[in-house]
């Protein structure tokens, strides 16, 4: 039996449609996102939270993805060529909790249902601030977006409660 990669079981494009483009505009508005320069998603899965916002930054803006998962940042690079995306983002396998990145390098440090699957969030938390520029913004988002993926899931019938609860 092989072992299940981090968050395999809910892993796919259909995650793209967890936020409406309105909600997107709204966070971008909200946060200033058409004036930062440089993006950190930590935690960046397979792209799809960064890729999504990124469009919504300045024109050259670029984007830097790490996740623990060597399969998931080689699938966010793909998908960044795909969305002709690939100039402007980079991705690299990594801990959340000792990020390779120097003190204040970003405008925009996220996350994206990252901290509630750490064992020490406080730690991955204190990373995040210490690559922040100063007045730069943290935005983490949490949410729970099981009832999303059902919905979208039913076409094709490839999440059920037991694969996500077992």
């Given at each position: 039996m092989t072992k299940k990669r981090h968050s395999e079981a809910v892993l796919s494009d259909l995650r793209?449609?967890?936020?409406?483009?309105d909600y997107l505009e709204l966070v971008a508005k909200r946060l200033q996102?058409?004036?930062?320069?440089?993006?950190?998603?930590?935690?960046?899965?397979?792209?799809?939270?960064g890729q999504r916002l990124l469009p919504l930054?300045?024109?050259?803006?670029?984007?830097?993805?790490?996740?623990?998962e060597r399969d998931w940042v080689s699938?966010?690079?793909?998908r960044s060529r795909s969305l002709g995306l690939a100039e402007r983002?980079?991705?690299?396998?990594?801990?959340?909790t000792e990020l390779p990145y120097e003190d204040e390098s970003f405008?925009?440090?996220t996350c994206q249902t990252l901290l509630m699957h750490l064992a020490d969030p406080m730690a991955a938390l204190r990373e995040m601030?210490?690559?922040?520029?100063?007045?730069?913004?943290?935005?983490?988002?949490?949410?729970s977006n099981t009832s999303n993926q059902f919905s979208t899931d039913t076409v094709n019938?490839?999440?059920?409660?037991?694969?996500?609860?077992?």
């Open positions: 793209d449609q967890w936020w409406g483009q996102l058409p004036h930062r320069q440089s993006v950190l998603d930590v935690g960046c899965g397979q792209g799809h939270w930054m300045q024109d050259g803006a670029v984007l830097e993805g790490i996740d623990q699938r966010a690079q793909e983002c980079h991705y690299c396998q990594g801990d959340a405008d925009l440090v601030l210490r690559t922040l520029k100063p007045g730069g913004t943290l935005l983490l988002a949490e949410p019938r490839t999440l059920s409660p037991c694969l996500l609860y077992t």
